[in-house]
């Protein structure tokens, strides 16, 4: 049961990273499209945050290495916030250059 659960919340933490990484546009193929590079834009960021956070996990632990699921979960709470953040930041009309 465990190992079901555990896969699971992997699963939905997957797709919570890509909900708040969604950019809707006027047809599927341009929310696919507007989606896709929005993830382009912010993958290197986030995978650079997630990164130092698992080095400084694994000097605190001694050196003890953390398995990949572990840290697939890492780079998609750091890519919810990131998305969460840069998604509030579009929508308020900053990036858009409204006035």
């Known amino acids: 049961m465990k190992v079901i659960e555990g ?30 590079w929005q993830i382009a834009q912010t993958a290197p960021y986030v995978a650079g945050v997630t990164y130092v956070v698992i080095i400084f996990l694994q000097y605190m632990a001694g050196g003890n290495t953390i398995p990949w699921d572990r840290r697939l979960r890492l780079f998609f709470a750091v890519g919810i916030i990131a998305g969460l953040i840069y998604g509030i930041y579009e929508y308020a009309g900053v990036g858009l250059g409204v006035q």
């Open 7 to 36: 896969k699971l919340t992997f699963y939905i933490s997957a797709l919570l990273y890509l909900l708040f990484n969604l950019r809707v546009g006027a047809d599927a193929f341009s929310t696919f499209k507007a989606t896709l």
